[in-house]
């Protein structure tokens, strides 16, 4: 059984910057590929950041390129998500989620989930 426990979320203003944290249970975390997706209210849910297992290889929605960075800590069973220059359209609850194998882009490609945590932008 492999659970998923995020934190790190808040209120911030717009310009500023938070770092989620998820805390990944299980002996297997190290071969599994790491995401970070995110529900606005009202909308889809949709993917923002992933990182391979080994941390060589990271992927970003356009929306987040250049102020989110993934990463990743085996030792300490957590991958981490940096998000500076925050804007209220980065308003969702933030998901982590742990992938086996599949498109790493895609949310049903991933096999758990953690509870969420919600994170606010105010401008």
């Known amino acids: 059984q492999v659970q998923l426990v995020e934190s790190g979320g808040g209120l911030v203003q717009a310009g500023g910057s938070l770092r989620l944290s998820c805390v990944v249970s299980g002996r297997t975390f190290t071969t599994y590929a790491m995401g970070w997706f995110r529900r606005a209210p009202g909308k889809e849910r949709e993917f923002v950041a992933a990182i391979r297992w080994s941390g060589g290889s990271t992927y970003y929605a356009d929306s987040v390129k250049g102020r989110f960075t993934i990463s990743r800590d085996n030792a300490k069973n957590t991958v981490y998500l940096q998000m500076n220059s925050l804007k209220s359209e980065d308003t969702a609850v933030y998901y982590c989620?742990?992938?086996?194998?599949?498109?790493?882009?895609?949310?049903?490609?991933?096999?758990?989930w953690g509870q969420g945590t919600q994170v606010t932008v105010s401008s």
């Open positions: 989620a742990a992938q086996r194998n599949g498109n790493i882009y895609r949310s049903p490609d991933y096999d758990y």
